[in-house]
């Protein structure tokens, strides 16, 4: 079992910025990844970035390209999601995830509880 604990949300102004972070614990292996998607009210869910934590590979959703910068740190076994030029748009909670990566994409397997992160215009 994999345990994930997100921080850092909260309210900003357009344009801000914000830096998530998630503690994992339990088992799991270097092999895999660790992603974060986001759902606003009323909307899908969203993919938003996922990085490997063998080699630090990220892949990011178009809407946040550019601006979202994900990162890992294997020794603190905790990732984060950087979040610069904060739009409106962005508002949502978001969700630490713990998955793999397939020839069709980033797949989570576990997640975290989510983190309310609010941008004001």
């Known amino acids: 079992q994999v345990q994930l604990v997100e921080s850092g949300g909260g309210l900003v102004q357009a344009g801000g910025s914000l830096r998530l972070s998630c503690v994992v614990s339990g088992r799991y292996f270097r092999t895999d990844s660790g992603g974060w998607f986001r759902q606003a009210p009323g909307k899908e869910r969203e993919f938003v970035a996922a990085i490997s934590w063998g080699d630090g590979s990220t892949k990011y959703g178009d809407s946040v390209k550019g601006r979202f910068t994900m990162s890992r740190d294997n020794a603190a076994n905790t990732l984060y999601l950087q979040m610069n030029s904060l739009k409106p748009e962005d508002t949502a909670v978001y969700y630490c995830?713990?998955?793999?990566?397939?020839?069709?994409?980033?797949?989570?397997?576990?997640w975290g509880q989510g983190t309310q992160v609010t941008v004001s215009s």
């Open positions: 995830t713990q998955g793999s990566w397939s020839a069709i994409g980033y797949s989570p397997d576990y």
